[in-house]
Every structure is written in structure tokens, then in C-alpha cells.
């Protein structure tokens, strides 16, 4: 007797073991990226580049090349290259820390290039020689790997060249905050990510020059100093005057500039800038300002001078050109083109004298992206979601037949970079169960080696449940993907409350077929708190096809919502989801998202939390805005209808609006128009602010947020 209860008192303490004891619990310090523990808990990775065909791997402090088995062989470390740096440059301090950003532009010789903020270096490992490049006090950098010229700002707002020898070249003398050149321009819209392009012999510049002195100042305040200072930011919004974007080119030879001589009218956007394989001419996609009459457009680089317009294309809504063109390289005559003309995006051949040759790729899928070229088998690598609309495959396409050759092993979300000539890939790529597996991809027939299998970081803390499928949409046709989250001990006979997670917007997703169906870390936070967390993306999301994201159009957010309450209805069908016990929660056009159906669907949602709100449309900026909702002159009905404005007096449920008080993207009139319009209707947000912060919440200040977030739900709901 003694004994068994020994034994059952035994059992009763190993029951009764903290959690932590068997399996640990995850804090926002685990899951967060802001978190202290983040890191250690992201899954096994490798830093890999490619040197020509060869793959190399990247150290903090060393590279080398790695084979398909992974077996390294190390080619330098950085204790040897300062070494060197200090004895042949007199330099007394340690140079580069850090060999992660190491870069190979020579496929025929042993030269590294690595950068730091002061000087880059072109570094041979073999002859120890070294060819050192000033940076301090620049920004905004572009380097040609052809000529070794380097284009770059300083802070006096100047665009300036450095050539191979070090010599360094003033291009302007107008650059001022209102005069802005060799920065992306259009706001970053139409796929616009930089400013500055170098021809294919390095010899000439194209760069943006940006008038956006008749642009309207928006009042920023810093208040940091003593006194708040204002720190206007220039936003064009919808319907007003916009910015006044022209291109410049740069010779290196003549060391003179000249402006394309772009047609009237000035009002529209340049975009998508491209050079020709014998760097005489450049191609540009030019837009109207009502974003529905997209034009090719060639200019020859030696005088500016307009050439010939090489593909229109036209829309009752909205055109949206988002690639430059690339030229074959066994073919400077011919190049490609994507277009999402017939319904969804594709790849189209055409020639320099602008006929369409055929169509490379149809239907009813998306080319998410173009990786290159493999010359030798004259085929064009891309990246699709041909498999299925959450998948994303790695797909080579023959130019002279068309056939598509899949490469890699059909599930899951797929990440691949191609070596120089095309020959071989590494490909990153996760499924639902798998964390990142990274394989090298033969591209000629798809064979692979798996060079990483990375273990489940998360193995040792309890995990939640994540269960993916479908509904259909408001329109009764169309499919729509969910994610669900659900607590590790998921009981169905219990009821819990859920909080419907939403963006919504364009240009992007939440549902896909990568690891845990692409949860998002605080989703699994809120599920060890007991919550079932559910997310839909709903018509006017990406990678669906044009029709799929242009439903929205003239109306954001009422398709949207539609869409959404789909969803709601599929939660209140089952019978452990606490249909009165219901949040939402979403940033940016998620924060509208979520007052928009806390505000219209009132008795649905008892708490929510919006994150840098959009309010109404007339404040956002003019790109974005006008091409979803046209200018408020025209129409008026539509803004009218999507403003949260008037919307106020209906608030119902525990609202938190959060914003960064900086925030240059949706600025703070928004959320502080509704505020107003809640007071004067007498219903009662909550309401934080993060000083200095822009449109996210950067570093440590990110788990903060997300611990607010959290709060809330857990004291309302």
C-alpha cells in the first residue's frame, strides 16, 4: 500500500509540473522580430551567393565556395583582408565586420566586393591585391560593376559620380528637399524602388530628377527638442498637385547631362526605366495620371531624343506596369514584357520595332516573377502559382516552344536565385509542415541536391494548430483561402473567443502555402492565450489575377467587407467559435479594414484594434489613391460611400486606434479626424501613439505594440 501511493503521489507531481517543465511557452521576446530571442527561434539558414556558377557561402567572418553536399572550402577571412587593408592603405582601425553582404561581380576572376559606410573594396584573394572606393557622406548609392563608377548623393542634396580612378564628379547643383534627385519617385508605386540606373557599358546614368516644390507640405512635428520642431513632409494626395518627375542620363565620356524628351503633358509617371544591351537607348513605361493609358516608350541616350512608342496598353480601370522590359541575351532584337492584359500576368516576345512575336505564357494563374535567364538552354526562369493559387513553383519556359519545365518538387512556396548564366539555382522553400529546406536546382531538367534540411525551431514549446481551406466569396463563385490558429489544446466541445485578422489591400496576401500556412508569429501568440485567430483574403488581394483585384475598384473596402463577413458567417457556423465573443484586427489597410466593419457591421465585432488607419481616401496619397478610387472630384460617391468619417456614430464594440505619430505613409490626420468625428457623436475609441515612429513600429518598440495589441483583446474580450 505504502508503495502505490509512492507511486500515485509520484504521477500527481510529474501532473502537476509547470508547463515550462515539459514544454516551454512562447513569449513576444520569442516571436517577435523586435524580440531579444527572435533570432534563436527563426529556422536554420543559409547565406549563399553565387560567383558565376559557383556557389559560395557567406560568414560573419569568412567565404569560400560550398558543393551540392555542402562541403565548404574556404576561400578568405576578413582577420586576413584587414590585415592587408591596413598595411597597404595605412588604415588603424579594423575595416570590414562583417562578410554577409559579400558579392562576387566578376564570374571570370577571384574578386569579392564588400562594403561598409565609408568605402567599398574590390578585394582579389589570390594576388592580395585591392582597389578601394571612398563612401563617407554619400547615399543613395549605385555602382556599375562595368566601369567601376559610382553614382551617390550627399548630404547637401547634390547627385555626384565617382569614377574608377576616384575622381569625383558634381552632376547638379538645384538638389534641395524640393528638388529631389536619384531617389525612387512616385511614391515607391509602379514597382519604383530606386532612382538610379547604369547602362550596361557603365558609361552613362540615368537617374530621376523630382520637382515637388508645388507639392503641399504635410505638418510632421519632432518632439524630441526642446521647443517641437515641424518637419514638413511633402504628400501629394489625391486629387491635388503632384510632383513633376523628369530623367536625366549622364555621360561618363563627356562628362555633360541631358534630359529625355518626354511629350506633354508633365502630369503622369515614368516608370519602369530599362536599358538596351548596347546602352544607346532606354526604355520607359509612361503612364497617365488617371493610371488607364500605359505607353513603351524609347528614347535615344546620346540626345534625349524620342524614338518610337512600342506598346500601348489601355483599361477601363486601372493599367499597372510594374517590370521594366528585359532583353533575351542571346537576342539584343527581342525582349520580354509582362502584362496582365489578358486577365492574368504574363510573359509576351516582342521585337525592338515593337511587334508582339507571341505570347510566352497563359492561363488562368500568375507569373509572380521573372528570376532570369538560362542562356544555354535559351529559357526563361520564373517564378508561378501554376500548381495552385497558395503555391509558388519555380517553372524554366522554352522561348521557341513555350513548354514549361517544372523545377523543383511542386508544393509548398519556392525562393530561387539563379547563377550567372542560368545553369543552376538555389532554392529556398518551405510548405506548410516543412520550416526551409534550401536545394541546388540543375535548370536545365529540374534535378536537385538538398544542401540544408532545417529541424523545427519551435519543437521544444508548444506549438498551436494551423488548419488552412477555403469558402466561397460574396459573389458565390470564387474561391477564397483561409488560415486558422488554434490553441495547442484545442478542444471542440468548448467555445472560444476569435479574432478575425485582416488586411485586405492590394499587393498583398496572407494565406500561403509556406510554413504554417504563413502564420504570422502573433497568431500563435494569442493562441497559447487561448484565442482562435482566423485570416481570409478576400477579392482585391495580389496573385489572383486582374478581375480577382480589380472588384475593389472605385469602392475599396465594400467587396473587401463583403468578402470578410463570408468568413465571419463560416466562424459562427461552427460550434466552438463564440459568435459573441468576436474581435478584429488589422494595420494600415487592415486598420480600415477594421473599423470599417466594427463602424458597418456594428453588433458583429465586440473589440477591435486598428493599426495606422486609413479614414478617408481624400487624404491618401495621389499614386495609390487614384488608381483604386480615381480623384474625389470624380468620384465623389465613392469616397463618400468608403469614408470612416460619418461612419463614427455607429461604433458599437471597445475600439484601440494605434499610429505612429511620425507616420509618413497614412498620416495622422486620419486617425485624428476620427477621433473628432467620435467625439462630436459621442462614442468612445481608445487611443495610443507611438512618438518618433513611423508607419511601423520599429525594433524593440515592435513587442511593445504587439503586447498592447494583446492587452486589449485580453481585458475586452
Not at 126 to 153: M, N
Not at 168 to 195: C, K, M, P
Not at 411 to 439: C, F, K, M
Not at 444 to 452: C, E
Amino acid at each position: 500500500m505504502k508503495t502505490k501511493q509512492l507511486i500515485i503521489a509520484a504521477l500527481l507531481a510529474l501532473v502537476s509540473l509547470p508547463m515550462s517543465a515539459q514544454q516551454k511557452l512562447f513569449t513576444l521576446e520569442d516571436l517577435n522580430f523586435g524580440g531579444r530571442n527572435y533570432h534563436n527561434l527563426r529556422p536554420q539558414n543559409l547565406f549563399l551567393t553565387w560567383w558565376g556558377d559557383q556557389l559560395m557561402y557567406q560568414d560573419a567572418e569568412e567565404w569560400g565556395t560550398i558543393d551540392n553536399k555542402g562541403n565548404r572550402k574556404t576561400l578568405c577571412t576578413l582577420d586576413e583582408l584587414n590585415f592587408l587593408l591596413t598595411a597597404s592603405h595605412d588604415v588603424k582601425h579594423r575595416v570590414y565586420r562583417s562578410a554577409f553582404n559579400v558579392s562576387f561581380p566578376y564570374p571570370d576572376q577571384p574578386v569579392a566586393l564588400l562594403r561598409n559606410a565609408k568605402s567599398q573594396i574590390l578585394f582579389n584573394w589570390k594576388t592580395k591585391e585591392s582597389w578601394v572606393q571612398t563612401l563617407e557622406g554619400s547615399t543613395v548609392r549605385k555602382w556599375s560593376k562595368t566601369s567601376k563608377a559610382l553614382a551617390y548623393k550627399k548630404a547637401d542634396q547634390q547627385l555626384y559620380v565617382r569614377d574608377a580612378d576616384n575622381k569625383e564628379w558634381q552632376l547638379t547643383t538645384d538638389g534641395s528637399r524640393e528638388i529631389v534627385y536619384g531617389e525612387a519617385v512616385h511614391r515607391n508605386e509602379f514597382g519604383i524602388d530606386e532612382g538610379l540606373f547604369w547602362s550596361p557599358d557603365g558609361q552613362r546614368l540615368a537617374f530621376y530628377r523630382m520637382d515637388q516644390s508645388m507639392v503641399t507640405d504635410y505638418p510632421q512635428v519632432n518632439i524630441d527638442p526642446r521647443v517641437a520642431e515641424l518637419e514638413p513632409e511633402k504628400y501629394p494626395m489625391a486629387g491635388m498637385t503632384s510632383h513633376v518627375v523628369t530623367v536625366g542620363v549622364y555621360d561618363l565620356k563627356t562628362k555633360h547631362t541631358l534630359y529625355l524628351q518626354t511629350a506633354a503633358p508633365v502630369d503622369r509617371y515614368f516608370t519602369n526605366i530599362a536599358w538596351s544591351p548596347d546602352s544607346k537607348t532606354i526604355y520607359m513605361f509612361e503612364l497617365n495620371r488617371d493610371q488607364n493609358d500605359c505607353r513603351l516608350i524609347s528614347y535615344n541616350a546620346e540626345n534625349g531624343q524620342r524614338i518610337a512608342e512600342l506598346y500601348r496598353e489601355t483599361s477601363d480601370k486601372y493599367v499597372e506596369p510594374l517590370h521594366p522590359i528585359r532583353f533575351l541575351p542571346w537576342d539584343d532584337t527581342k525582349f520580354i514584357m509582362q502584362s496582365q492584359k489578358d486577365g492574368y500576368n504574363h510573359l509576351y516576345l516582342f521585337n525592338i520595332r515593337g511587334e508582339q512575336v507571341k505570347q510566352l505564357t497563359s492561363g488562368p494563374w500568375v507569373v509572380m516573377d521573372v528570376l532570369g535567364f538560362n542562356e544555354k538552354q535559351r529559357s526563361i526562369i520564373i517564378a508561378s502559382n501554376e500548381r495552385h493559387p497558395l503555391q509558388r513553383n519555380l517553372f524554366a519556359v522554352d522561348v521557341k516552344s513555350g513548354r514549361r519545365t517544372l523545377l523543383d518538387n511542386g508544393e509548398g512556396v519556392h525562393r530561387g536565385v539563379l547563377s550567372a548564366t542560368g545553369a543552376s539555382l538555389y532554392d529556398r522553400w518551405q510548405t506548410p509542415t516543412v520550416p526551409n529546406n534550401i536545394d541546388v536546382v540543375n535548370a536545365a531538367n529540374g534535378k536537385s541536391a538538398r544542401l540544408l534540411t532545417a529541424s523545427n525551431p519551435w519543437q521544444d514549446f508548444v506549438t498551436p494548430i494551423y488548419e488552412n481551406g477555403s469558402i466561397k466569396a460574396a459573389d458565390g463563385t470564387t474561391d477564397l483561402y483561409w488560415r486558422m490558429v488554434k490553441p495547442a489544446d484545442f478542444d471542440p466541445q468548448k467555445k472560444y473567443p476569435t479574432v478575425v485578422y485582416v488586411y485586405g489591400g492590394p499587393h498583398a496576401h496572407n494565406v500561403d502555402a509556406s510554413w504554417h500556412w504563413a502564420s504570422r508569429s502573433w497568431e500563435t501568440y494569442m493562441a497559447q492565450k487561448g484565442y482562435i485567430v482566423f485570416i481570409l483574403d478576400n477579392r482585391g488581394s495580389e496573385n489572383r489575377g486582374r478581375d480577382f483585384e480589380q472588384a475593389t475598384f472605385r469602392q475599396l473596402g465594400q467587396v473587401e467587407m463583403q468578402d470578410q463577413m463570408k468568413g465571419v458567417d463560416y466562424l459562427k457556423s461552427l460550434p466552438y467559435v463564440d459568435a459573441d465573443r468576436l474581435g478584429v484586427h488589422g494595420w494600415s489597410f487592415g486598420g480600415f479594414m477594421t473599423i470599417s466593419l466594427m463602424t458597418n457591421y456594428p453588433n458583429v465585432f465586440k473589440v477591435g484594434v486598428a493599426g495606422g488607419p486609413v479614414i478617408d481616401w481624400k487624404w491618401y496619397e495621389v499614386m495609390y489613391g487614384e488608381r483604386y478610387m480615381d480623384t474625389p472630384e470624380t468620384n465623389p460617391e465613392g469616397y463618400a460611400k468608403t469614408s470612416l468619417i460619418a461612419k463614427a456614430k455607429n461604433l458599437k464594440g471597445r475600439l484601440q486606434i494605434i499610429i505612429g505619430y511620425n507616420d509618413p505613409t497614412v498620416v495622422p490626420q486620419h486617425a485624428l479626424s476620427f477621433l473628432k468625428a467620435c467625439a462630436e457623436a459621442g462614442t468612445q475609441p481608445d487611443f495610443f501613439v507611438y512618438p518618433g515612429e513611423g508607419h511601423n513600429m520599429r525594433g524593440h518598440n515592435s513587442v511593445h505594440l504587439h503586447e498592447r495589441i494583446t492587452r486589449y483583446f485580453e481585458d475586452y474580450l
